[in-house]
């Protein structure tokens, strides 16, 4: 089992740049993919990236050259927001589930994860 907070959310102007933080607590030794999600106002939930123990990492398309995600420790996973869009703002949720319960290419997935944080709040304004 995970535990997880998440981080860092706020307000940015457009071209600005954020780091979300999720602090997880595990009760297991098995080995995990971290993964972080948003929610923008009125559209469903979008998988961005993911990062496991294996440190194998995965990047949606939208994500991709603008989000980075890193295992900063053994307990934190970070994602680094820059050149942020009004499009952008949503509420951003970190996940996680074991390595083993995530099929190959569903690692960004809303399904695939098994612990949700309660997330943070991303505002960019013009």
């Known amino acids: 089992e995970v535990q997880i907070a998440e981080s860092g959310g706020g307000q940015v102007q457009n071209g600005g740049s954020l780091r979300l933080t999720c602090a997880f607590a595990r009760s297991d030794s098995q080995l995990y993919t971290f993964s972080w999600f948003r929610r923008a106002p009125g559209k469903s939930r979008e998988g961005l990236a993911a990062i496991g123990d294996d440190g194998e990492e995965y990047y949606s398309e939208s994500a991709k050259g603008r989000f980075t995600i890193s295992a900063d420790s053994a307990n934190i996973v970070s994602l680094h927001l820059r050149d942020l869009q009004i499009e952008d703002t949503a509420v951003y949720y970190c996940?996680?589930?074991?390595?083993?319960?995530?099929?190959?290419?569903?690692?960004?997935?809303?399904?695939?994860?098994?612990?949700w944080g309660q997330g943070t709040q991303v505002t960019v304004s013009s």
């Open positions: 996940a996680a589930s074991p390595i083993v319960e995530i099929m190959g290419g569903q690692e960004l997935w809303e399904r695939s994860y098994d612990y």
